[in-house]
Nanobody, 111 residues
């Protein structure tokens, strides 16, 4: 059974950086597509970045050039490096691989 556990969120000032991690137990990471999503209060959940099994990556336009998704197949980890964070990046960040969601990790960016 696949289980996803996120970590690395926290409170950071605008312009700062965070690195989110997603531990994927029970999964062969190299054969799956993974995504990072975020949901802010009162807003719809949106996809932030995806990486498929061939390594093809997509980003939400708002985070291009600031966020980087990566994975370590051997460690069964998926990462999201977030640089130059802005207040509008404040949200619960969730890791996803069909059909499993993690519980999320909160990112709060202060002015």
């Amino acid at each position: 059974q696949v289980r996803l556990v996120e970590s690395g969120g926290g409170l950071v000032q605008a312009g700062g950086s965070l690195r989110l991690s997603c531990a994927a137990s029970g999964a062969t990471v190299s054969t799956r597509q993974f995504g990072w999503y975020r949901q802010a209060p009162g807003k719809q959940r949106e996809v932030v970045a995806t990486i498929n099994r061939e390594g093809v990556i997509t980003y939400l336009n708002a985070v291009k050039d600031r966020f980087t998704i990566s994975r370590d197949n051997a460690k069964k980890m998926i990462y999201l490096q977030m640089n130059n964070l802005q207040t509008e990046d404040t949200a619960l960040y969730l890791c996803y691989t069909f059909p499993i969601w993690g519980q999320g990790t909160q990112v709060t960016v202060s002015p």
